[in-house]
T-cell receptor, first 112, second 112 residues
Framework: GNSVTQMEGPVTLSEEAFLTINCTYTATGYPSLFWYVQYPGEGLQLLLKATKADDKGSNKGFEATYRKETTSFHLEKGSVQVSDSAVYFCALGVFGNEKLTFGTGTRLTIIP | NAGVTQTPKFQVLKTGQSMTLQCAQDMNHEYMSWYRQDPGMGLRLIHYSVGAGITDQGEVPNGYNVSRSTTEDFPLRLLSAAPSQTSVYFC???????????FGPGTRLTVL
């Protein structure tokens, strides 16, 4: 079956530090990969996505590249801000099927 | 567009009580789903629907009922609440065949 393994948290960084949150997956078929973000007290919002191998998703300074050879979709940001403090979820979906498989989430805290 | 709305935002129940969590969307999405979010567990799918009159079980359906009489609404019923159902519940929707899901703000439920 499909599964997503996500870097354990919590992660605490200083402002302007470089961020990496690891995500690896196992899947049958042709998965699309997503990063969702959940700000305190809110629902999940789509942060970025990639639908095929070697695609790079990007949004708000975050990037992730779909690596089929390593079955990974790591989230990166060059310089984090306090406003990036949130829980980040990696997720996998298979083409033609609406269901998503989520990782356990990584809580990120940025200190000034 | 209001997107996906959920009511109530917070709820406290006693063991054995019943209640309905409301979810509505105004994007004409065919697919709707309910997740629960628990610490260290990520999001787990409870029930889903691919259209009015069609529902199916997800990963953790026990203790929950759903119905889908209209495209817009997808209520989740707890028939006899148990402390194990203390969680944050999210409703999500998407177009058929599309993985990108739109989430509501969530309902935080405590069962005493």
């Amino acid at each position: 079956g499909n599964s997503v393994t996500q870097m354990e948290g919590p992660v605490t960084l200083s402002e302007e530090a470089f961020l990496t949150i690891n995500c690896t997956y196992t899947a049958t078929g042709y998965p699309s990969l997503f990063w969702y973000v959940q700000y305190p007290g809110e629902g999940l919002q789509l942060l970025l996505k990639a639908t095929k191998a070697d695609d790079k998703g990007s949004n708000k300074g975050f990037e992730a590249t779909y690596r089929k050879e390593t079955t990974s979709f790591h989230l990166e940001k060059g310089s984090v801000q306090v406003s990036d403090s949130a829980v980040y979820f990696c997720a996998l979906g298979v083409f033609g099927n609406e269901k998503l498989t989520f990782g356990t989430g990584t809580r990120l805290t940025i200190i000034p | 567009n209001a997107g996906v709305t959920q009511t109530p935002k917070f709820q406290v129940l006693k063991t054995g009580q019943s209640m309905t969590l409301q979810c509505a969307q105004d994007m004409n999405h065919e697919y709707m789903s309910w997740y629960r979010q628990d610490p260290g567990m990520g999001l787990r799918l409870i029930h889903y629907s691919v259209g009015a009159g069609i529902t199916d079980q997800g990963e953790v359906p026990n203790g929950y009922n759903v119905s889908r009489s209209t495209t817009e609404d997808f209520p989740l019923r707890l028939l006899s609440a148990a402390p194990s159902q203390t969680s944050v519940y999210f409703c999500a929707s998407s177009w058929r065949g599309r993985n990108e899901q739109f989430f509501g703000p969530g309902t935080r439920l405590t069962v005493l």
